[in-house]
């Protein structure tokens, strides 16, 4: 039987276009970008052409873009800069975000070098943005505001342009993990005052452990890591070329095809809505699924039952790959912060499907006729 992908948050298939442009790189163009020689000097240029690719599609500076190994390396960095070296004392955060930000957060929470503020959800999904305002206006001391642009299981979108209004309005350093949105939305950050933003390649059909980090040139931040003098004193270690090079062709095919996938993903994404309510009327679905969302992923809530505690189980040995989290923990499986701080109580079972552009009409309605009879 063939498999059905339906866990494109999690990562993409590679583009075989990206895995060409990778190709010279794994092979022949192997020079470390640090030699001095032309044939390191090669992939030097291939690292600064990519920067630039980069930087032009986000509308930022090249200076302003560092080359990581991902989104959690990436939201770490950020978050210690913010800390350690801007002298932010106060963290606003939210229950909702990434364990890469949730962790990082409480770690320095716990050291003591930070409070640590989380905003309310609000009962779509969202967090609560007058909050924040009311939080910012109360302190007396250095705030770091981190929340990321849309959320991995359930697919709420930020109003991100509201939420850097606020922390510019109250002169807090703004971070928001766009994991999810790079490659998917347009960014202009000339005119979005956001401070910090983060991206995996992986997650537009890039190759996985490639990754950025987009510093404001405003900001004055010490080495993430230390040894060399790569990423411009800012993070030692050779560099990852063909990973590199793969992020930025990854990153320019996403955009040249975002207004016309955007569309035709979002419509196979409302047609599995549609038709999961026909089939199974007690279906729900997290978040805000038919408003300010992300138009890969549907969160999708059923009834819990003796058969729907073995849904993803089954979903598994049937070759339907999709993501699961609840609001409680059964055995082994940890539950989903994420749809716990939602639905705090909630026992119903959750499953996330994510999409892209390989995605069918046929694979929906193949999926959707199993879930009738395992739920």
């Given at each position: 039987m063939d498999r059905i992908y339906f866990d494109n948050a999690?990562?993409?298939?590679?583009?075989?276009l990206v895995l060409e442009t990778m190709m010279p790189f794994l092979t022949e163009k192997f020079g470390n970008p640090s030699s001095i020689y032309s044939y390191g000097r090669e992939s030097r240029m291939a690292i600064e052409q990519a920067r630039k690719t980069v930087a032009g599609i986000l509308h930022a500076h090249?200076?302003?873009?560092?080359?990581?190994?991902?989104?959690t390396e990436s939201s770490n960095a950020a978050i210690r800069a913010a800390v350690q070296d801007l002298?932010?004392?106060h963290i606003i955060s939210s229950p909702l975000e990434h364990h890469a930000t949730l962790h990082t957060v409480a770690y320095f929470r716990e050291k003591g070098e930070a409070a640590l503020h989380l905003l309310n959800v609000l009962p779509d999904g969202h967090v609560d943005l007058d909050q924040l305002e009311s939080l910012l206006s109360g302190l007396g001391e250095k705030a770091f505001v981190s929340l990321m642009h849309a959320n991995n299981e359930t697919g709420n979108l930020l109003d991100i342009h509201r939420a850097a209004a606020v922390?510019?309005?109250?002169?807090?350093?703004?971070h928001s993990d766009t994991v999810q949105t790079l490659g998917h939305y347009a960014f202009d950050l000339s005119s979005l005052p956001v401070h910090f933003i983060t991206g995996a390649a992986h997650k537009f059909h890039g190759p996985k452990g490639a990754g950025i980090l987009y510093?404001?040139?405003?900001?004055?931040?010490?080495?993430?890591?230390?040894?060399?003098?790569?990423e411009r004193n800012m993070r030692a270690g050779t560099e990852n070329v063909y990973g590199i090079v793969g992020f930025a062709k990854a990153l320019e095919l996403a955009t040249n095809r975002m207004e016309e996938e955007s569309k035709s993903i979002n419509t196979l994404r409302i047609y599995m809505a549609d038709e999961l309510k026909k089939a199974i009327p007690a279906v729900k679905f997290n978040g805000d699924s038919f408003g300010n969302t992300l138009y890969t992923i549907l969160s999708v809530s059923f009834p819990k039952t003796e058969k729907s505690e073995m849904l993803l189980f089954?979903?598994?040995?049937?070759?339907?790959?999709?993501s699961g989290g609840s609001a409680c923990t059964s055995g082994a499986q940890q539950g989903s912060h994420v749809i716990h701080a939602i639905y705090p109580g909630s026992d119903r079972t959750t499953?996330?499907?994510?999409?892209?552009?390989?995605?069918?009409?046929?694979?929906?309605?193949?999926?959707?006729?199993?879930?009738?009879?395992?739920v």
């Open positions: 999690a990562t993409t298939p590679l583009d075989p090249p200076a302003e873009i560092f080359f990581t190994s991902g989104g002298g932010c004392r922390c510019k309005k109250y002169h807090a350093v703004f510093i404001n040139e405003q900001l004055k931040v010490k080495p993430n890591i230390h040894g060399g003098s790569q089954n979903l598994d040995i049937n070759h339907i790959c999709a499953v996330r499907f994510s999409f892209s552009r390989h995605n069918t009409k046929s694979e929906v309605d193949e999926v959707v006729t199993k879930l009738k009879t395992f």
